[in-house]
């Protein structure tokens, strides 16, 4: 019997996976079949590699002004693609270099509002009464401050650095997720499903960890590509504001040092525009994957 018993636990657990691959396959499928998404996927592909292995050919004493050998903004040439910035060194390592901190953060920072955004949305949803005002009150107040200044007035009250631009980010970026979680949250739980659980004496935390965040983590990995750009623009921001680490490199920080040594006045656009417009292509590459994923996710979006 209990041999039958375990034969057949073993045979749902097989199926439950071949349903896992196949719809993982599926989703790849469609996905695929955005060309857009694709090509945005393709770039971030080639951008994280990059800043993964950047130390092997533009090693960090690159980056020390007392080792540059090359004249000061020298335009671009042969030796140095994208010229050299007014300390010397060379942009293109600048940039490749930038993109490191710029990722970092940016998915750190959206990690810290994603699980925030989550939680809070699903307690907001789940919960009634008093809990519930209170969360939606919460999340409204954070709707309508304007993130990018009070993420300012906490990167100036705590200090400027990079882990201080992460929790200014995440703390401030949370709210819309959370709406979003929210909605779905009361849509699950509207299913006859989670009555019947109710029903056989389920607790709350059964309830949301094994039906609501199931359902809802795709709705929220999709939103997590759109949020990383977003983050990736506030870094830029905080940084050119300078409230980042002025000790490492970043897109927003040579965009700064660029205005504050009067490259961006003085002709010198090699050392402006190489940032700016790596920040523009990948907050384009992560908005076209996250559209993509939305598709998959939500077939009633596709053809559009």
């Given at each position: 019997?209990?041999?039958?018993?375990?034969?057949?636990?073993?045979?749902?657990?097989?199926v439950?996976?071949?349903?896992?691959?196949?719809?993982?396959?599926d989703?790849?499928?469609?996905?695929?079949?955005?060309?857009?998404?694709?090509?945005?996927?393709?770039?971030?592909?080639?951008?994280?590699?990059?800043?993964a292995?950047?130390?092997?050919?533009?090693?960090a004493?690159?980056l020390d002004?007392?080792?540059?050998?090359?004249?000061?903004?020298e335009?671009?040439?042969?030796?140095?693609?994208?010229?050299?910035?007014?300390?010397?060194?060379?942009?293109?390592?600048?940039l490749?270099?930038?993109a490191?901190?710029?990722?970092?953060?940016?998915?750190?920072a959206?990690?810290?509002s994603?699980?925030?955004?989550?939680?809070?949305?699903?307690?907001?949803?789940?919960?009634t009464?008093?809990?519930?005002?209170?969360?939606?009150?919460l999340?409204?107040?954070?709707?309508?401050?304007?993130?990018?200044?009070l993420?300012i007035?906490?990167s100036s009250?705590?200090?400027p650095?990079v882990?201080?631009?992460?929790?200014?980010?995440?703390?401030?970026?949370?709210?819309?997720?959370?709406?979003?979680?929210?909605?779905?949250?009361?849509?699950?739980?509207?299913?006859?499903?989670i009555?019947r659980?109710?029903?056989?004496?389920?607790s709350?935390?059964?309830?949301?960890?094994?039906?609501?965040?199931p359902?809802?983590?795709?709705?929220?990995?999709?939103?997590?590509?759109?949020?990383?750009?977003s983050a990736?623009?506030a870094e830029?921001?905080?940084?050119?504001?300078?409230l980042?680490?002025?000790?490492?490199?970043?897109?927003?920080?040579m965009?700064?040092?660029?205005?504050?040594?009067?490259?961006?006045?003085?002709?010198?656009?090699?050392?402006?525009?190489?940032?700016?417009?790596a920040?523009?292509?990948?907050?384009?590459?992560?908005t076209?994957?996250?559209r993509a994923l939305?598709s998959?996710i939500n077939?009633?979006?596709?053809?559009?």
């Amino acid at each position: 019997m209990s041999t039958s018993t375990g034969s057949a636990g073993t045979r749902r657990v097989n199926v439950a996976a071949a349903r896992r691959r196949q719809g993982l396959a599926d989703g790849w499928k469609e996905f695929a079949r955005n060309r857009a998404g694709l090509a945005g996927l393709v770039v971030l592909l080639a951008v994280i590699a990059l800043a993964a292995v950047v130390p092997l050919f533009a090693p960090a004493s690159v980056l020390d002004v007392t080792q540059v050998t090359a004249g000061r903004n020298e335009p671009p040439s042969l030796a140095n693609p994208l010229g050299t910035d007014p300390a010397g060194r060379s942009v293109l390592a600048l940039l490749i270099w930038g993109a490191r901190i710029s990722l970092v953060v940016g998915f750190a920072a959206t990690l810290v509002s994603m699980v925030i955004g989550t939680v809070m949305g699903m307690a907001a949803g789940h919960f009634t009464g008093a809990t519930q005002a209170v969360l939606m009150r919460l999340i409204d107040f954070f709707l309508v401050v304007p993130g990018l200044v009070l993420a300012i007035v906490l990167s100036s009250i705590i200090g400027p650095g990079v882990a201080t631009i992460v929790v200014a980010i995440g703390v401030t970026s949370w709210a819309g997720t959370a709406r979003l979680v929210r909605s779905q949250t009361l849509t699950v739980e509207a299913r006859p499903y989670i009555e019947r659980a109710w029903a056989l004496g389920a607790s709350d935390a059964h309830v949301v960890g094994r039906h609501v965040l199931p359902a809802v983590m795709p709705l929220v990995l999709a939103n997590t590509t759109l949020t990383v750009g977003s983050a990736i623009i506030a870094e830029s921001t905080l940084a050119f504001l300078g409230l980042g680490d002025p000790s490492s490199v970043s897109w927003g920080g040579m965009l700064k040092s660029a205005l504050d040594t009067g490259a961006a006045t003085g002709g010198y656009w090699w050392y402006v525009l190489p940032p700016g417009l790596a920040i523009v292509l990948v907050v384009l590459s992560f908005t076209l994957v996250g559209r993509a994923l939305e598709s998959v996710i939500n077939p009633t979006l596709r053809g559009r």
